[in-house]
């Protein structure tokens, strides 16, 4: 029962991860993380016995640990889930870049750690990351500026220990974007590497 | 002795790197001081039932002749009209005419025929007092527009040796389906025809030297892949679909090679091949980015993008990828280099200093660089040239969406084609 309502309560924040995924503001580098935390602390929901359900538990199993993140096993919550795409999908947090630039900022190292663990936590799955470019620079040189982006964050997860071969890239350079505002704002946000879970 | 081989050295210098004004420096048009021909239209003969007909024929024949540069209409009252028997301007019209300094009278006479039109079509030179072009056109009922382009096209090369655009092609995208498709348009705008149905991302339509292809990168099948259209029978192929980016495949002008761009060696580099496909050879070997490759009118070179240098600038190579050099040098953003079909210019995409596209042009030689479009706070791309060097079609988002536009290359007679209310980007102007 523990274990169900703990996945309930996953199931409930990440659908709340969605509904957020189309967001007017800026999303600062400060709030992945701060997401990244929130969900760690709902996946440790199984260890703690402060539930906010009004049901009555009945008596709690045996409490099971999460295995160690780098051990290539998938945790027991994530088999009882849903198909993987769609939690999946916005659990592991964009990349922004600079202005013509492919580099990973320094802040989004540890986005990127972060999504290098959910990685390790479902060894299954496989990725394709996409780069994309805000509308500014011609149309040619930033598909090859949004691949560039993409291999950046590629190279990083890699290093990371993710096997290369769960990791594919494609760029849609500023064909595709996030939002259509001629503002510095939405520049911004189109100025990404985004995960896709790719169907095996 | 020294002191002024330096001043002479340091003028020199300044000369060379000037950035010029468009009105100071012809580009692949006719010389300051050119004079353009008087030409009168006579009113085209045509019955009474045809008579919309007739005044489109000749609404299209003073836009066209009058956006070639080479002609001063001249209005209809100048010269009294006299008409012989069969209806065509006579001798006295053509005496009226060079009395009034007007060079060339042109005249039409639209003919039904069945289903179809006919449009004989003459022009008259007044120093000779005769008839010196006289053809004979059939098309159908949709035709009448493109018969006068004809007659226009027909005009200008017997006129200055020049070849005439008015019968060209402009393919572009447009998202006005909700998805980017590529269009077609007449040189004026007018026509606009989808020929793809990708439902897909397009992007970068190439005409192939015949004008009987279209390339285009298409995402239809998960990866940015180069397909080649066939417009005669509408049949599509995927040629090229290395994992990564497929880019810009352009055919040289007497169509015996394609180059395009693949970033299938981990960064982008340019390659051609035999246009089935076969033979393809590698032309550039460095870690940075090189890609959208124009050729040069002799199909002996190519100018493509390159940040070899750290930022993207346009480069020159041999069409086996030696003797690579810079061409430009102003500003830290060049793209987009599309090779004028003189051979002269290049024109290309600068970004100046307030980080705003335009379309800026350089000659081959290096010597001049000049800017096509104007300042402001919007982004001009994608430019394009016609057939005749003497015109350039590109993006522009100043009234907001992208629309396109065209531009004489002497930076004069800026036009919208498009105005649809969708976004409309990447013109290609056609090569016939």
């Known amino acids: 029962m523990r274990r169900v309502s703990s996945f309930a309560a996953l199931f409930i924040f990440l659908s709340g991860l969605v509904l957020m995924g189309c967001p007017k503001k800026a999303p600062s580098v400060e709030g992945s993380a701060g997401l990244s935390k929130e969900k760690s602390e709902s996946t440790n929901r199984g260890d703690q016995s402060g539930s906010s359900d009004t049901k009555p538990l009945p008596p709690p199993p045996k409490e099971e640990k999460l295995p160690p993140l780098t051990k290539e096993e998938p945790a027991p919550e994530e088999r009882a889930s849903g198909p993987a795409g769609g939690e999946a999908a916005t659990s592991l947090q964009d990349i922004f870049f600079d202005f013509d630039q492919w580099v990973i900022r320094p802040e989004s190292r540890k986005v990127l750690e972060a999504d290098a663990q959910w990685l390790a936590a479902h060894p299954q799955a496989k990725i394709q990351i996409e780069g994309h470019c805000d509308e500014r620079g011609t149309e040619e040189y930033n598909l090859a500026l949004g691949e560039r982006r993409a291999k950046s964050v590629m190279n990083f997860l890699v290093n990371l220990g993710i096997s290369p071969s769960r990791l594919s890239f494609i760029s849609y350079g500023e064909e595709k974007p996030f939002c259509n505002e001629h503002s510095e704002d939405c520049y911004q946000k189109n100025r990404r590497a985004h995960f896709v879970i790719v169907p095996k | 002795m020294r002191g002024k081989i330096f001043i002479l050295f340091l003028l020199g210098w300044l000369m060379l790197g000037t950035l010029s004004d468009a009105a100071d420096v012809f580009i692949g048009t006719t010389r ?303 793209t987009s280099a599309s090779w004028s079909p003189k051979g002269d210019w290049i024109a290309y995409v600068c970004r100046n200093e307030e980080k705003r596209l335009k379309i ?73």
């Open chain 2, 32 to 334: 300051s001081g050119y004079e353009k021909i008087p030409l009168i239209i006579v009113p085209f003969q045509g019955e009474s039932s045809v008579a919309e007909q007739v005044l489109l024929a000749e609404t299209v024949l003073q836009a066209d002749l009058e956006r070639s540069q080479f002609f001063t209409l001249v209005e209809r009252g100048k010269v009294a009209a006299s008409f012989g028997a069969n209806g065509a301007p006579d001798a006295t019209m053509i005496s009226n005419a060079a009395t009034a300094g007007v060079q060339v009278l042109a005249w039409a006479k639209l003919v039904p025929k069945g289903d179809d039109w006919v449009l004989e079509s003459y022009a008259y030179e007044t120093a000779k007092g005769e008839q010196v072009v006289a053809v004979r056109m059939v098309g159908d009922q949709k035709s009448v527009r493109m018969m006068a382009h004809r007659f226009a096209d027909k005009l200008v090369s017997y006129f200055t040796g020049e070849p005439g655009i008015a019968q060209t092609k402009i393919a572009y995208i447009s998202d006005i389906s909700g998805r980017k498709e590529i269009y077609l348009m007449d040189y004026d705008g007018a026509n606009e025809m989808r020929i793809t149905a990708d439902r897909s991302i397009i992007i970068s339509p190439r005409w192939s030297f015949d004008a009987g292809q279209i390339s285009y990168t298409s995402y239809r099948e998960g990866n940015p892949d180069i397909y080649f259209l066939d417009l005669g029978t509408g049949r599509r192929q995927r040629m090229i679909s290395y994992p990564g980016l497929n880019l810009s495949a352009v055919w040289s002008p007497k169509g015996d090679r394609v180059a395009f761009a693949t970033t299938k060696d981990g960064n982008a580099e340019i390659y051609t091949m035999k246009p089935d496909g076969t033979d393809l050879k590698r032309i550039t070997f460095n870690t940075a980015d090189d890609l959208s490759p124009t050729w040069s009118q002799t199909g002996k070179q190519i100018a493509f993008t390159s940040d070899r240098g750290g930022n993207p600038q346009i480069y020159i190579m041999d069409a086996d990828g030696s003797n690579v050099h810079r061409l430009t040098f102003n500003g830290d953003y060049n």
């Open chain 2, 360 to 432: 800026c042009a350089d000659s081959v030689d290096g010597q001049q660089s000049v800017h096509l479009t104007e300042s402001g706070p919007w982004d001009d791309e994608s430019p394009s040239w016609a057939l005749n060097g003497r015109d350039l079609t590109f993006t522009s988002n100043r009234t907001g969406k992208n629309q396109i536009y065209a531009i004489h290359a002497d930076g004069t007679g800026l036009i919208r084609l498009t105005s649809n209310g969708a976004s409309n980007t990447a013109p290609a102007w056609s090569p016939k």
